[in-house]
């Protein structure tokens, strides 16, 4: 084991734009992988007990567990629309690593991530109220 | 280095070669199940129209069982080789990569076979129901 205090000192001090989408690549990854985890072992419960799953769901529909969702599902949008820009450039067209066309495709990812979100959001959102302040 | 080039390296094809590969072919497969699985679960249908007779009535068809393993087999295994990855940044000694490397394929082992028992034996009876 390395010291963590050096490896973390180099990921804040690398300032580039491709180290913002590394940083949102790995932050939205980590989170997505928390979840995952979790959202698999409480599905499984529907075969291994049943009245634990409609205690998890319970949770999920809760008020933080609902904002949280919102968020999760922009944070699935920018990973998979940034692995997509990774694996275009990585196995099909390298030279597109070529610093203008990487910075420019790093807000590209983001802006489109936010434009496939907004709806989603949208939609969710009308659900957290509907369920939580309008007495649903 | 020449002006405007990208430099292009040939890669060895070690075992950390086929890790960083492996993280690309399961990212565009994944794609496929998990933007659908993602709108019609939270968007379309949502949480408060999900329960153990939902998980039943969907998994009447045989397809959304085939879809929802391929699901968890290419997004679990996506997430914990990218997890390795993460790691790889903070343990260097070999011992300590190869500890790293075997807990995270014993927790991927156990955690994908409790989502594909489910997935096979389905919504069990509750009592009462």
């Known amino acids: ?136 | 280095m020449a002006e405007g080039k990208v430099r292009t390296v040939q890669p060895v094809a070690t075992s950390e070669a086929r890790w960083w590969l492996w993280l690309r072919i399961t990212g565009v497969l994944m794609v496929l199940f998990v933007f659908p699985h993602v709108i019609i679960k939270d968007v379309i249908v949502g949480v408060h129209n999900i329960d153990t007779e939902y998980v039943a009535q969907v998994w009447e068809n045989v397809l959304v069982r085939v879809f929802d393993f391929l699901l968890l087999f290419t997004t679990f295994t996506h997430g914990m080789v990218g997890l390795r990855q993460v790691l790889m940044d903070f343990v260097h000694s070999p011992s300590g990569r190869k500890t790293t490397t075997w807990i995270l394929a014993v927790i991927w082992f156990v955690v994908t076979v409790m989502g594909t028992m489910a997935i096979i034996g389905g919504v069990s009876l509750q009592p009462g129901a």
Not at chain 1, 20 to 34: E, P
Not at chain 1, 65 to 85: C, P
Not at chain 1, 120 to 126: Q, S, Y
Request: net charge neutral.
């Open chain 1, 1 to 136: 084991m390395s010291d963590p205090k050096t490896t973390f000192t180099g990921y804040a001090r690398y300032r580039a734009t491709g180290q913002l989408a590394f940083l949102l690549h790995r932050i939205t990854g980590l989170g997505i992988l928390l979840f995952l985890l979790i959202h698999i072992v409480d599905t499984s419960f529907v075969y291994f007990a049943p009245e634990l799953y409609d205690h998890a769901i319970q949770i999920y529909r809760s008020l933080p567990f609902m904002i949280g969702e919102i968020f999760l599902v922009w944070a699935v949008f920018y990973h998979g629309f940034n692995g997509l820009r990774i694996i275009i450039f990585d196995l099909w067209k390298p030279e597109w690593w070529e610093k203008d066309i990487a910075v420019k495709s790093v807000y590209w990812v983001l802006v489109l991530s936010i434009l496939a979100w907004l709806p989603a959001a949208f939609i969710m959102g009308k659900a957290v109220i509907e369920n939580h302040f309008l007495g649903g």
